[in-house]
């Protein structure tokens, strides 16, 4: 009505349409933060509602990890720093694009094929493990 001032209150009702509407509730619901509607949930549905807020205590996590891998020692934990932890993080939170996925899916098949190949290679009856065997 801002737009078009001659559009009467019931002209505006008239063309308001079912998807605009869903829209509308959209954005609205988009609006609202996930602690806000947990809280209402959890009136009404406890079993619905969780109590997860979020890593709100993540640096006191990244330093307590930074202190164990520390205590293991050894190569590469020795000089372990925190933005190590936190880059792994960040690393694992991103989101793979298809080719990455396939990648990951072909590599994770080949090393199968190939772990099986070996335990095939391990159990094979040859005359050696059968004397060994007796």
Not at 5 to 29: F, G, H, M
Not at 54 to 59: D, E, R, S, V, W
Not at 125 to 132: A, V
Request: net charge negative.
């Amino acid at each position: 009505m801002d737009c078009d001032p001659s559009l009467t209150v019931t002209q505006c009702w008239k063309d308001y349409t079912i998807a605009e509407c869903i829209k509308n509730i959209r954005e609205s619901l988009d609006e609202i933060k996930p602690l806000t509607m947990n809280a209402r949930w959890k009136n009404l549905w406890r079993k619905a509602a969780n109590d997860f807020c979020g890593f709100l205590k993540m640096q006191h996590k990244v330093e307590e990890i930074t202190e164990l891998g520390r205590r293991v020692g050894g190569e590469g934990f020795d000089d372990l720093q925190a933005t190590e932890i936190e880059e792994l993080i960040k690393f694992h939170t991103t989101k793979l694009n298809e080719e990455e996925l396939e990648e990951l899916i072909q590599s994770s098949t080949s090393d199968e094929h190939s772990e099986e190949e070996e335990v095939a290679r391990k159990l094979q009856l040859t005359k050696k493990s059968l004397d060994k065997g007796f």
